[in-house]
């Protein structure tokens, strides 16, 4: 195969497939009888008050941003760990200083108490 | 090659309607979720152009990062999830308009360059194209300056999130 | 050609001659021998998984001191097949208000993003799906096709606690993946490259990356755990605090996928952790003699797998604000400082005698220096905190 992108797309397609055979077993199989208590949302026996869907706090989108931004920081560094071995010293030095500055960002980050769970 | 070209056709689809249930959506999550789909279908489509390191960064990058984010914005601001106003605002007529004469120049502008119909030159198989891309980003004839920039520049995000969050408070 | 040295290419070459003797196009010819390929090695992988709950229920009973299934079969070892029947004949329940389709993907989902990783994976010499040239991000963007899975299973229950605890739980994988995103980073600054074919090949010989980066490997496990999302790290389930967290709503068969996922992502990452740090499949005559390649392969996947067991059912879990604060202030500036310390030793010792003791004795250094700067920083924090005041007797 020349392509390996190929082989990996039908191995997607069927990794997709062969978790709904057993669902859709499931479906055929078994009893199918509703009710409203039975298809009450579960809560430890209390009932739901007011939307499930709650608003959450800021913490969690501040922790995802924060992500964002070291995730794109090692896209970075993989093509640089790569050739790493064909590198002239100087250009693993431009890559550690590549890290040290995101350091420095995480450093500030961290003395705003932006990385406290509050 | 025809089997190329069908997968093509199909992600070119799945983007397009993806793209339109994003924006015709009422439910945000919704919205957030066929941005993904979307998303996806552009990570097929560098995978068909051979553009492996890309496929993967489109997916751990906008899928794993960016969408996972916007489901938390859209968690953290909007108590509603169903917007029940106007989807369309007055003036879109006018820009269908402009879309369509966009699309008619740039399909005016490509049928005319004659290298449309060529097929791109296979990469060698023997050719590391992650090590050459490291090996450019390094290069001090090369991108060794945009990647130093790269950096500074998420720096400045990072310092402009800390600074947008402590602000909230 | 013999079948003990490659069977995959024997059994592909005769079935490709029968079908091209049928009248079919090449090219066809390979995408359904490709489909065979593929349907073979998922259904392996599914009735490994189904084996999996029977070693999991097994050594959990022991570290329990309980004797665990012994019932069905010999060592209850047919303890799985009424478990997965129980599961498909259980009446398919959806709550009130849940999003049907976003809920009835998710499990799907979830348990599909951890079959892709097979698509990648050096079983044995000779025997894998693809050499991609980007395995290691391709296993990265499998994990954040997980994290999405969780995301809309806690949402479509339309229930709190599947939502708080979805929440949490990608929360922590999408912090933990940047220390192991940086591990991943070792083996590569190691070997040159992102497929894991070249990785396991350049660890033949017992020259394994675990002696050149103890603590690479160490990083590894800690966030393959947080991403697995199981104990310590189990802020999803939570069982006494928020009933399972985001597959509280699910039952039947889709609780079965999610709890099928679990099990397969230990064992898989079980299986990464011997690829990139302990040589994969090599081991005595595995790279002529594939099968033993497959069984080494599978023997040392299991161990790893045992290891993450072990850490399961001996430490008590941990609250969100501590294991965020053990993400972001200890494991990722530690993973970043052993990423500069391996690069720039790597690239002084290159090629010189010195090279393997020089790793060892950086990643030693490294991580004796960080115990001093935990015990210097807690001992800092005890002080801080002032002993809470006897209550007076009166």
């Known amino acids: 195969m020349q392509n390996p992108w190929i082989y990996v797309g039908l191995f997607l397609l069927i990794g997709i497939i062969i978790p709904i055979i057993p669902i859709a077993f499931s479906a055929l199989i078994a009893p199918k009888k509703p009710n409203p208590i039975k298809q009450s949302t579960y809560e430890c026996g209390i009932e739901t008050v007011g939307v499930s869907q709650v608003q959450l706090k800021a913490q969690y989108y501040i922790f995802a941003l924060v992500f964002l931004i070291f995730d794109v920081e090692t896209v970075f560094l993989f093509p640089w760990a790569v050739s790493l071995n064909a590198l002239p010293f100087f250009a693993v030095a431009e890559g550690v200083l590549f890290i040290l500055i995101l350091m420095a960002g995480l450093v500030f980050a961290w003395r705003k108490g932006m990385l406290e769970w509050v | 090659m025809a089997a190329s070209q069908i997968i093509f056709i199909f992600s070119a689809a799945l983007i397009i309607a993806s793209a339109v249930m994003v924006v015709s959506s009422r439910n945000l999550i919704h919205a957030a979720l066929w941005l993904i789909a979307a998303l996806f279908g552009v990570a097929i489509l560098y995978a068909v152009l051979d553009a492996g390191f890309l496929a993967v960064v489109q997916v751990v990058v906008y899928i794993g990062a960016i969408a996972i984010m916007f489901i938390f914005a859209v968690m953290l601001t909007h108590r509603d999830m169903r917007d029940s106003g106007v989807q369309v605002n007055p003036g879109w007529p006018l820009a269908a308009v402009l879309s369509l004469l966009t699309f008619g120049g740039l399909f005016a502008i490509l049928s005319k360059w004659n290298g449309l119909g060529n097929l791109p030159a296979p990469i060698p198989g023997t050719t590391n194209t992650l090590a050459q891309l490291g090996l450019a980003l390094t290069s001090p004839d090369a991108y060794v300056l945009p990647f130093e920039v790269a950096s500074v520049l998420l720096l400045a995000a990072l310092i402009g999130s800390v600074y947008v969050a402590m602000n909230k408070k | ?394």
């Open chain 3, 1 to 394: 050609m013999n079948f003990l040295s490659d069977p995959i290419k024997v059994i592909s070459t005769w079935l490709t001659s029968l079908l091209t003797g049928w009248g079919l196009s090449a090219g066809l010819t390979s995408v359904l021998l490709s489909l065979v390929g593929i349907v073979l090695m998922i259904t392996a992988v599914m009735v490994l998984d189904i084996m999996l709950v029977w070693v999991e229920r097994k050594v959990v009973a022991r570290f329990q001191g309980r004797l665990g299934p012994n019932r069905v079969g010999p060592y209850g070892l047919f303890q799985p097949f009424p478990d997965i029947i129980k599961l498909i004949i259980k009446e398919d329940i959806t709550p009130d208000g849940a999003d049907k389709l976003v809920y009835n993907m998710a499990p799907i989902i979830s348990l599909g993003s951890v079959i892709f990783l097979w698509a990648v994976v050096p079983i044995a010499a000779r025997i894998y799906g693809a050499d991609l040239n980007v395995a290691l991000l391709y296993m990265v963007a499998a994990g954040s096709l997980g994290t999405l899975s969780i995301i809309m299973a806690g949402w479509a229950s339309n229930n709190k606690y599947a939502l708080l605890g979805a929440f949490r739980q990608v929360a922590a994988m999408i912090s933990f993946e940047i220390p192991m995103v940086v591990a991943l980073l070792i083996p590569t600054i190691l070997t040159g490259s992102l497929s894991l074919q070249v990785i396991t090949d350049k660890q033949s010989g017992g020259n394994w990356f675990f002696l050149l980066s103890p603590l690479g490997a160490l990083l590894f496990l800690v966030s393959a755990i947080a991403e697995l999302g199981r104990s310590p790290f189990d802020l999803n389930e939570g069982e006494s605090e928020i009933v399972s967290g985001y597959h509280i709503e699910y039952t039947g068969m889709k609780f079965g996928l999610f709890y099928a996922g679990e099990l397969l992502h230990a064992f898989t990452f079980g299986g990464f952790l011997s690829i990139l740090f302990f040589g994969g499949w090599h081991g005595p005559a595995a790279s002529t003699y594939p099968l033993l390649g497959v069984f080494y392969f599978v023997v040392k996947a299991m161990i790893g797998y045992w290891v993450i067991m072990w850490i399961k059912y001996t430490v008590p879990r941990i609250r969100i604000d501590h294991m965020l604060m053990f993400n972001w202030k200890f494991l990722t500036p530690l993973a970043f400082a052993l990423l500069i310390v391996t690069a720039v030793t790597n690239s002084l010792l290159k090629g010189s005698s010195f090279y393997m003791p020089g790793m060892f004795l950086s990643n030693f250094l490294l991580g004796w220096i960080t115990i001093e700067i935990m015990r210097f920083s807690s001992r800092k924090q005890r002080l801080a905190v002032k002993a809470p005041e006897p209550a007076v007797q009166h």
